[in-house]
């Protein structure tokens, strides 16, 4: 592969020259309208279903339709979480409420959480994160809203295909969204999903998406050259010039966020997507289920040689509950154990990388957005973990350098 080679961090779905056939077809567009939207609603059974720009841009669409049903005006997230969902709180003119999570996995600390609902009578939501493909602990997290005329809304944004207790996540709660994104599995580049398990949310939702999501021709358009040139790049012998040149260019800028991808705005658009981006959706479709058992037996591969490693543990999916793991996460006992992991992985091509670089009260642009609460267990786990690629390029070979690598370590 030459010295370039880099396989991807997580296991985004590597694009079909296929894909992108229909496209030239004759009356193609007029048969894919909606396409998509019908995929989802198929395969999680579900009721309501748009199809809009990203699924921060889902989420912000969520928020505004529950805000024309209920007063309240806070929203509970967790203490480890993409920067992109307070913004999008903000941006609704919503407030935030942060609840740590547990030391050693992506959970609320369940007694923070009943404390923060019991306390606050202004609570609108509850954000049920199934972080990494690995679905929350929802049980817990129903049963407090319940409790307290909650809403819940789950972030599905690295889940689709994932299960708990036999339900597909984004049925669970009362809304849901999914995310269409580079690396996040079915990609139309940019791109995600909204969900709502009752026909009694949709005339809020249609609202909110009539009033903010409009159509860009021009950008529909960009977006199709750059979905060609994900399906150019999106292989380990060019992925380097697109992921980890940037990097190293904005590392040596001093701006670490940028490098990480995390340096965001509340300005992110609201927009339909075209039928040709669905239509490339739609193919993809048909891949799913073999790709996350592509990406489970990966997974599954670290876990049966990695568990009884002393220093280090691994976040794996609760009793009752399938993953699609789009990456496994590490988390060594220190900080100085990962700095070496880090450094050793630096050597390779694996993918080795991070789920986010800090714990969400840490980003200095939400300074005002994101109150400043006990975030410890989320900066305890940001210094102590990184993640595994499960990527479809990985051999067998790969994963045992790996392995091999923590096991030195």
């Not at 592969?1 to 056939?21: Q, R, S």
């Not at 903000?90 to 404390?115: H, P, Q, T, W």
């Not at 060019?238 to 904005?250: A, H, I, M, R, T």
């Not at 699609?324 to 900080?335: A, E, N, R």
């Amino acid at each position: 592969m030459g010295i370039f080679k880099e396989i991807p961090p997580t296991a985004g779905f590597h694009l079909l020259a296929g894909d992108f056939l229909p496209l030239l077809r004759e009356n193609s567009m007029q048969a894919a309208q909606g396409c998509l939207e019908n995929d989802f609603r198929r395969y999680l059974d579900v009721p309501y279903v748009k199809v809009v720009s990203s699924g921060t841009a889902a989420f912000y669409v969520i928020l505004e339709g529950i805000k024309l049903l209920s007063a309240r005006k806070t929203v509970i997230i967790p203490s480890y979480i993409c920067p992109l969902v307070p913004l999008a709180i903000r941006r609704a003119g919503l407030k935030i409420e942060v609840c740590d999570i547990n030391r050693d996995n992506f959970c609320y600390d369940s007694s923070m959480l009943a404390e923060l609902c019991r306390r606050n009578n202004d609570v609108l939501a509850i954000l049920a994160v199934h972080l990494a493909g690995i679905p929350a602990d929802f049980d817990m997290i129903k049963d407090i809203a319940g409790k307290y005329g909650i809403f819940t809304i789950e972030d599905c944004a690295q889940a689709l295909g994932a299960l708990h207790k036999g339900s597909n996540v984004g049925t669970l709660g009362d809304m849901a969204f999914f995310s269409l994104g580079l690396g996040k599995g079915i990609t139309t580049f940019e791109g995600g999903a909204l969900i709502a398990n009752s026909t009694d949310m949709a005339e809020p939702l249609d609202h909110s998406i009539q009033r903010f999501a409009k159509s860009s021709i021009l950008s529909e358009s960009l977006l199709l050259f750059l979905l060609a040139g994900y399906w150019l790049f999106y292989r380990p012998a060019l992925f380097w010039f697109v992921f980890k040149l940037p990097q190293s260019f904005w590392r040596w800028r001093g701006n670490d966020l940028k490098a990480a991808m995390e340096d965001f705005t509340i300005d992110f658009p609201v927009r339909t997507i075209s039928p040709a981006r669905q239509l490339i959706g739609h193919r993809q479709f048909n891949r799913l289920d073999q790709e996350i058992d592509h990406q489970r037996q990966k997974a599954l591969f670290y876990f049966s040689r990695l568990r009884e490693v002393r220093g280090l543990s691994l976040v794996e999916e609760m009793p009752g509950s399938i993953a699609t793991y789009p990456f496994v996460t590490v988390i060594f006992d220190s900080p100085e154990q990962k700095g070496k992991a880090v450094r050793a992985f630096a050597k390779t091509h694996l993918g080795a990388s991070f789920v986010y670089a800090l714990a969400i009260a840490d980003y200095g642009y939400l300074n005002g957005i994101v109150p400043d609460r006990n975030c410890s267990n989320a900066r305890s786990l940001s210094a102590r973990s990184l993640t595994l690629s499960t990527s479809t390029f990985l051999t067998d070979d790969d994963l045992a350098e790996a392995v091999e690598i923590l096991k030195k370590l």
